[in-house]
């Protein structure tokens, strides 16, 4: 189970959020009407890498490596 999830961090800022998830970009605010995506996808996204970031803070992460 891949993904791709690509993130801003402004350390300034303390804020960190979402340029794209499985290659997609989020709307634009201007565009209010888009059958694309769902009007509160970017909060989804963004809520999605807040629980992603808890989860490894908690646990750690863990890569596996293949060695066949």
């Known amino acids: 189970n891949n993904f791709t999830l ?10 960190a959020e979402v340029i794209s ?4 970009k989020p709307i ?3 565009l209010k009407n888009s059958f694309i995506q ?8 963004n809520r999605f890498l807040t629980e992603w970031l808890e989860n490894i803070f908690a646990n750690g992460l863990s890569l596996e490596v293949n060695t066949q």
């Open 6 to 15: 690509r993130f801003q961090v402004c350390l300034d800022a303390k804020l």
């Open 21 to 24: 998830y499985q290659g997609e």
């Open 28 to 30: 634009p605010f201007f």
């Open 38 to 45: 769902s009007k509160d996808e970017k909060i989804q996204q």
